[in-house]
């Protein structure tokens, strides 16, 4: 029985759902046609694109980068503990997590608002157009992903999982990796390539 | 709660904390020489950052070959249109 739980873990193995890794395939493969426009439509109209890079903010996109990877290692944290039952550990690593992802909600909503008053839309151009689309899909991945945190943070608490049963812990987890990597390309690709 | 914090997570952690701060820096715009080199330096730290997040935290490096294939491919196909992009621009 020991050396079949071994040979079970030592098995290659995807973390959660083969639905939720199929959907991380197709999404992020979205999000790299979305990069590959924009990086193109950018050599294309160069100059208008750096006349309106220069109203980005390091400091925003700096901020919430550090608060996603955060989050994202948080997360990672959450599933080790559940995997070692500790069950009090991995509620309040989520927790975290959660708070890490509505901190970048804020300042993603301060940054959004800043754009606006300047007067800067989806219609000033192609790369506030660009701007707008890729942050705001992307915003929207943040908003489902920490719904899909906080209730599995409930149910953490609620006792749902254990070392034993942890397949919606682990595809939660994933997605929100996802939300993670796809913004340690967005931050590079809008606010640093100049 | 040291079991959980002492771990490989926590290391790779701090190595994309550190990773992003060298992005910060390359990234300066009064230095437009640097900026060629600059790109590709920026493009390579967010794909190695992207590589970790992906490999550790999602704990691709213990799933199936074609799973970690395909997200190897996605990250060279990526990182490649942009510096391809980048250096039309520049062109």
Redesign the interface.
Known sequence: MANEIVAERSM????GSIGI?TFI?AD??MF?FF??A???D??AK?PE?LAAQQSMS?VSG?IN??LL??S??L???AV??VR?D?LR?ATVALGLAVACGLGFVVVKIFEYADKLVAGHSMLSGDFYMFYFIITGIHAVHVLVGLTILAVNCWWLGRGVYSSRSLAGLESA??YW??V??LW??I???L???? | MSRLLLSTTSLVWIVLIVATCINIGMADESRPALMAFGAVVIVSVAAIKIRLVIFHFMEIAGAPLPWRLFFDAWLLAVSGAVLHGYRAGLA
């Open positions: 290659p193995k995807l973390p890794w395939a992020s493969s790299g990069f590959y924009y990086v193109m950018r050599a160069l694109f390091f700096f980068t550090l990877l955060t994202s290692y997360v990672a944290l080790r503990a070692l500790r550990a987890a994933s990796h996802m993670d990597f340690v390309m931050f590079p690709l606010y640093l390539l100049r």
